[in-house]
């Protein structure tokens, strides 16, 4: 059985930054990439930024410039630091853990921005 676990969501005014972290534990052998996705409400899901296990980063276009994703591979740990803020990055952010061919996905995280 695999978990994931995210932490540090919460509320911030625009502008401000916060750091999201995710954890995977248990029965996973080989964690290939990492990512965050987010959900606002009646949007559908969507991709913010993915990190291959050599570190190879990609963003969104409208998260670019602003958030920055980062891994230890030795504790099965995906970052997300996010500055500058805004209002629309208001969401429940997910992490979603690759191994080969399964994925596993966290419970959530809100974040909310908003004066």
């Known amino acids: 059985q695999v978990q994931v676990v995210e932490s540090g969501g919460g509320s911030v005014q625009p502008g401000g930054s916060l750091r999201l972290s995710c954890a995977a534990s248990?029965?996973?052998?080989?964690?290939?990439?990492m990512g965050w996705y987010r959900q606002a409400p009646e949007k559908a899901r969507e991709s913010v930024a993915q990190?291959?296990?050599?570190?190879?980063?990609a963003y969104a276009n409208s998260v670019k410039g602003r958030f920055t994703i980062s891994r230890d591979n030795a504790k099965n740990t995906v970052y997300l630091q996010m500055n500058s803020l805004k209002p629309e990055d208001t969401a429940v952010y997910y992490c979603?853990?690759?191994?080969?061919?399964?994925?596993?996905w966290g419970q959530g995280t809100q974040v909310t921005v908003s004066s």
């Open positions: 248990g029965s996973i052998f080989s964690i290939n990439d």
């Open positions: 979603k853990v690759s191994s080969g061919p399964l994925h596993y």
């Open positions: 990190i291959t296990s050599g570190g190879t980063a």
